[in-house]
Each structure stands twice: as C-alpha cells, then as structure tokens.
C-alpha cells in the first residue's frame, strides 16, 4: 500500500514537472490522404528532434476551414497555429487573433528575399506580416501528344505564343474533330483564375497597385477577354462544355494546375505533355498560384515562440524539399526549385512537373484582397458574358469595372 | 398510486383550475427537454440570425459596424436579388405543378389492380430516397452534351439536344427536371392513400351516369383529393423555395446566374463572400416570403373548398 502510493507520488511528480517543461501545440489543416501523412511524418521527426514538444495535427475539411476557425476565433479556442488558402488569408488577418511574425523573422535565420515572390504578397496588414506560404501550386499547358501526332503535328513541340495556340488548335479540329484547346466555361473561380493569366501575360493587371481600384478594363483585359471570346466564336478553337473535354481525349489542350501532374497519368489513356502556358505574341510568360500559407494564433509567449520555432523548421530549404518531393507541392522558395534533390526527383519521378517549376518566377497572385471572393465570381460573371457572345469584350470589362469599383472602396 | 394518478387524470377535465395546474410541472418536465432543443438550435439562431442582418460583419474581425436596415434596402434593390426571385420564383412553380401533375397521374394509374404494383411504387419512390448530392452528380452526367444519355437519346431520334447545364436558355430547366423527379415519388405515395379514402360509391354512380374517365378523375377525383393537393403544394413550394444541395452540385448557380436561386444566392454571401449580415437579411427575406406564399396557398386553397 505505501510502496504503491510512493510509486503514485513519483509519477504525479513526473506528470507536473512534464507539464511545466513540455509545449503543447496544436496545427490545424486541411492535407488529406498522403499528403496528410507525409505532414505527420515530418512532425514525428521534429518530435523526435525537439523532446519536449507535442504538435497535434488536426485534420479540417478544406471546405469547413474558414467557418470552423470563425467560431474558433469568436469561441476563443483558437489551435497555435494553422494553414488556410490563400485566398481566405487577407479575411483572417483582420480577426486581430494572429501573431505578426517580423519579429520572429527577423530573429531567425529564414532568408525571405529566398521565397517566390507571387505568394509572398499574403498575409501583410498595416505594414506587419502575419503568414508565411508553406506550398505552392500553379497553372500551366497540358497536350495530348496523340492528338498532336494525327492533326500532322509535332507531338513534342507544344504552342508558345497565342497565335501558336490558335493555329494549332484550327490544324486540330479540321484534321481531328477535336477541340483545340478547353476553356474553363463554368464561371467562378475556375473561370477566373485561369482567364487572370491571359490579362497578366498579354500585360494587364486585376487591380491597381494599391489595390483600390480595377484595372482589368485596359487595352490588355480587351485583348485577353477577345481571345477568349475569339477562340470560341472566331476561331472555332474551343467551345462553351462541362470542364473534362481534356480528360477524355476531345480537347488537345487545357490550362490545368501543377496537382494535375500525379492525376492526369492516372486519369487519361494518351501520352501526355506539359509547357509553360502561351502567352500573348509580344507579352509575357505567366500562371496563377494556389497554396497555403502558415499563420500563428495569439497565445501565450511560450507557445507562440513554440509554434514559431516549428514553422521555421517546416519553412527550411531541407524541410521543404522533402516536403515537395512527397506531396508534388511547388517550391515555394528558390532554394528548392534549384536544390539539387528536388530537380532529380522532377527529373525522374515528375517529369510533367519541370514547366510548373520553371514558370514559378513568373507565377503571379490573385488580388490579396479581403471580398476577392465576391470580385472574382462577378469578374468571371462578365468574363462568361463576352465567352457567351451576349456582350463586346469592352462592354463586359466595362459592366465588370462599374460593379467591383464599389466593392473596393 | 396508479388510482390517485389516474384521477388526476381523469378528473383535469372536470376541474379546470386546479387539474391543469397540478399538470404544469409534468407537462413542462415531459416537454422540458424537446422545448430546451428546439430553444437552442432552432428559435435561438433564427432570432440571432435576424439580428445579425442589420450588421455589416465578415464573422471573423473583432468589430461589428451596425447598419440598420441597410442590408434590407441594399437587397431589395441589388439585380441578384431581382435575378434571384426571378429564377427562384420559376423553378418553384415549374417544379411544384409539374410534380403534382405528374404525381397525380401516375397515382391514378397505380391506383389498380396490375401485376407487380408493389414494384412500380418502389421504383417511383427511390428518387425520393436517393441522396440530392448523388443525384445531382448522376444527373450531371446525364445531361452531359457530348456524352450524356439525355443527348444520345435525343439524338437517336434525330434531335440535336442542346448543352444543358452550360447553356443559360436550358439550366434552369434541366434543373427542374431533376426536382421534378426527386419529388414525384413523394406525391404518388401520398396521393395513393389519399384514393383509398375515396369512397367507391361515387365512382359507381359516376359509371351509372356515364361519365367518361377524364370525367370523373376532374369531376370526382381531382375535388376530392383537394385537401391532399394542397398539403403537397404547400410542401412542395416550401421546399422548392429552398433547393441548395442540388443547385450546388448541377451548375453551381451558373451559367450567367441562370440557375442562382435564394439558397445558392445565400450561400454565396454566407460562405463565400463571408457576409454574414447581408446573407442572414437574405435568409429573412426568404422566410418572408415563403410564409407569404404559403398564407396565399391557405386561402385559395379554403376558397376553392368552400366553391366546390
């Protein structure tokens, strides 16, 4: 009986002196399946290199995220740290709830002139950086080398320019039936994220530099809307189809994302190929990024200082490298895109991957504003009513401007 | 004990003061738990939910700015919510008459006695049963331009089917077939009762006048199955008035808004936009609106009992 209550003294003893060195902390995300386990493999290894530490990584559905951390937030039971996409980064910087990270950065060895520079326009409020990008995905060009091969075409020469695109597409449909090229017709965000790369390479821009205006109703946004319009009405090139003509061997070519590259092998039954998308005659390579970004929740001194030592090491050229090898993410800093591991696995593993990681520097953000979404859906709205004939390019960017304008005061 | 009880039953009616009131504590402690759930998850948020609409709130930031009734007046004159009333308007009554129509008829014919009855009813039941979301993929499907049953078979009988879902003339359409028959199912079931209550005597007499069979099912059938008509509408519409889950899965509220109904249009503000002000005044509205609807229903509906 006291040899017992001796042995359960001791343990307390143990229990209490493990709670006032030991940090707890919690990282909420939204990484199913393999890339969920590649995450838990990296945390196990800075467990093991960190005694002391416990991250629980809490799997959130994408789609619940941002609602959960809302009640997290109001309910005042925030996890220490997170990822979100993108997109709903500018919403949850203004919660007041996150940590500014400059001090941290500056205090640490992290080198961010070494990060892309698309992505690395989240997360700043008020002049203070509250996230970081912890992956990175983008658009790029996809062709059916079949289809290239009985159009009479070189199957491994993809188009460059716009006029390469619509040349090829026209030898495809009259020697194929096929379609040239699929446009993303639905509207929402599909629509336009990818139609935001034509505007950026033919030289436009979404909004102003301060953000507080549009700026898509230029020469530029004329001629990127015109070429989408032209290549179903003029060209004959495209056509207005549920998203999937590409995946089932009736559209040669389609604007898809870098995830695409593990997907579509499995998917589809041709030889595929993968190149920086064309971009207008005299204009410039571009893509759009996806991803996440990392943000601290505010917290007591030790578990902010915990959490933050955590996402430096996530952030870590050598980290990131594994990282990006497991989950076929993009690099997010030039280290890795040219890390000598990280090409041979490209190389070897995800050929089609090259041309995603080659137009990284190129690769550009949506507008990081707080009602993007609600910009983006009435953009693609009008975008859809020039692709639908209904209105003039110019009249669509017109009605386009007249309604976003309000929203960004 | 059980006698004591049993008087107190017995005798409530009897002694109205002080029966019911030695009910009370029994009364609240038997409903005390529903009430409490009903309080808290439906009452409470609806209430909440109203007085959210009159702030400006993203859900997240610290702050909410009151406006007032600025959400209201915004509404009303936005074009979504005239598009929105419009589409929402359509595929109610689309979807509501076209269901009770068909509903009836092929409850008139079920309504026999023809081999393997219990099968067809099955079979115009499963809709009913089947999740919305795997429906709507399903129906995606079918109604794809190229590849889709719908076109083949239009095709094979020489029409060019149009591309439907991306197609801002036929969406909505596509999208009411497919409420259609999700809830045909539901009327037949119903109505099917409902004709077992119609006395066979007034058939009969019906024959011996020589009434023709649209005769009697205008004459006899259809007034009395009134009461059973207006139960469905009303269901219907209530319904109709709220479709999302299919919305969201056929066509997302597109092509060009075509299909951009009050629960999709209150999605996209709630969830989308994170304007949570602006989407609880949607969803005011829409309760407004429906109670309308359904007090119009109740009194057509006992104005035409009182004619017939």
């Known amino acids: 009986m006291t040899s017992l209550a001796r042995k359960l003294a001791i343990l307390a003893l143990f229990a209490l002196l493990g709670a006032a060195t030991a940090q707890q902390l919690s990282f909420w995300h939204y990484w199913d399946g393999a890339n969920g386990q590649v995450l838990q493999g990296l945390i196990d290894q800075y467990q093991a290199e960190n005694p002391g530490v416990t991250i629980e990584a809490v799997f959130v559905p994408g789609s619940e995220l941002v609602t959960r951390l809302q009640t997290a937030i109001q309910g005042r039971q925030t996890p220490s740290l997170a990822i979100a996409d993108l997109v709903t980064v500018p919403l949850l910087t203004g919660s007041g709830a996150l940590v500014p990270l400059d001090d941290y950065i500056a205090a640490s060895n992290l080198d961010l002139d070494d990060y892309f520079p698309g992505p690395m326009v989240y997360g700043i409020r008020d002049g203070r950086r509250y996230s970081l990008p912890v992956s990175a995905s983008n658009l790029a060009l996809f062709w059916n080398k079949d289809l290239f091969e009985q159009a009479g075409l070189d199957p491994d020469v993809p188009p460059r320019t716009w006029s390469e695109l619509i040349a090829f597409g026209q030898t495809i449909r009259e020697r194929t039936g096929a379609w040239g090229f699929e446009l993303f017709t639905q509207g929402g965000e599909g629509t336009s994220w990818q139609w935001q790369v034509f505007l950026w390479s033919a030289g436009g821009e979404v909004l102003s530099a301060d953000l507080g205006s549009p700026a898509f109703h230029s020469a530029a946004g004329e001629r990127a809307l015109g070429m989408w319009a032209d290549l179903v009405h003029e060209h004959g090139v495209s056509t207005i189809a549920p998203w999937g003509l590409f995946g089932r061997g009736e559209a040669a070519m389609v604007m898809d994302g870098s995830w695409m590259t593990q997907f579509f092998p499995m998917q589809v039954r041709f030889p595929l190929g993968s190149a920086i998308f064309p971009y207008a005659d005299d204009g410039v390579p571009a893509s759009n990024l996806g991803g996440e970004q990392v943000f601290l929740f505010a917290s007591d001194a030790a578990t902010e200082a915990a959490a933050w030592d955590f996402v430096a090491w996530f952030s870590s050229t050598e980290v990131q490298v594994e990282w990006n090898r497991n989950t076929g993410f993009m690099p997010i800093r030039a280290s890795v895109a040219d890390d000598p591991a990280y090409r041979a696995w490209v190389a070897s593993a995800r050929p089609l991957l090259q041309p995603f990681v080659d137009v990284m520097p190129y690769a550009r953000a949506r507008p990081p504003i707080t009602n993007y979404p609600r910009v983006s859906d009435l953009l693609a709205e009008y975008v859809l009513e020039a692709v639908h004939a209904r209105m003039t390019p110019a009249q669509a960017l017109g009605a386009a401007e007249s309604e976003i304008a309000p929203l960004l005061r | ?308």
């Open chain 2, 1 to 308: 004990m059980v006698d004591k009880r049993a008087a107190a039953v017995r005798g409530t009616p009897r002694s109205p003061n002080g029966g019911v009131g030695r009910a009370w504590p029994e009364a609240l402690l038997l409903l005390g738990p529903a009430l409490l759930v009903l309080a808290t998850f439906s009452v409470y948020p609806a209430l909440a939910s109203i007085h959210l609409s009159l702030f400006d709130w993203d859900g997240i930031r610290p702050v909410r700015a009151f406006v007032g009734l600025d959400n209201y007046t915004r509404l009303v004159a936005s074009r979504e919510f005239a598009n929105s009333l419009r589409v929402t308007v359509v595929y109610s009554a689309g979807m509501t008459i076209a269901a009770l129509a068909i509903g009836l008829l092929t409850a008139v014919l079920l309504n026999q006695r023809i081999r393997g009855i219990a099968l067809y009813r099955v079979l115009f039941f499963l809709p009913v049963i089947t999740p919305t979301v795997a429906a709507g993929v399903v129906w995606r499907h079918l109604f794809d331009p190229s590849q889709g049953v719908v076109n083949r078979s239009l095709a094979m009988v020489g029409v060019s089917g149009p591309s439907w879902l991306t197609d801002p003339a036929w969406a909505l359409l596509a999208v009411i077939l497919v409420g259609v028959w999700k809830r045909v199912g539901f009327n037949v079931v119903v109505y099917l009762a409902a004709l077992q209550g119609v006395p066979r005597m007034l058939y009969e007499a019906a024959q011996l006048d020589g009434a023709t069979p649209w005769q009697t099912l205008r004459y006899v059938t259809i007034p009395l199955l009134a009461p059973t008509t207006f139960f469905l509408s009303v269901t219907a519409l209530i319904d109709a008035f709220q479709v999302f889950d299919l919305v969201y899965v056929m066509t997302s509220g597109g092509p060009l808004r075509s299909t951009d109904v009050f629960g999709f249009f209150l999605y996209r503000y709630g969830f989308r936009y994170h304007e949570l002000g602006y989407a609880s005044a949607i969803a005011f509205v829409m309760f407004a609106l429906i109670f309308v609807a359904t007090l119009v229903q109740y009194r057509l509906a006992r104005g035409g009992g009182r004619a017939g």
